[in-house]
């Protein structure tokens, strides 16, 4: 049975999670050195040691390696380039 491509977007999104967290927290560090906020500063660390960012996002990209892998077999044209389709989406995205 194959897979409706919204499921498989689904799943990738929600595998992205800990990378858009990662950014959000990239994000806070440079406002906060921006205007030096203590309480900012000790709330976003004590958040960094409650999450366990580095090895959820270390298991995403494990996840995201067998994901392209499981492509790889799946697709049987040789003259498919996931570069050019991906420029091209990406490119259809930017003109909407």
Known sequence: MTQPIEDIQNRVRNHL???????DILNAFKDISIEYDQ????????YLK???LTTNL????DWFISF?????????DKSFDVESYMKNLNECKKTK
């Open 68 to 76: 392209g892998a499981a492509m790889e077999n799946k697709i049987a």
């Open 17 to 23: 999670c800990p990378f858009q967290t990662a950014v």
């Open 50 to 52: 409650k999450t366990d």
């Open 39 to 46: 309480e900012q500063l000790i709330a976003l660390i004590s």
């Open 58 to 61: 270390q298991k995403q990209i």
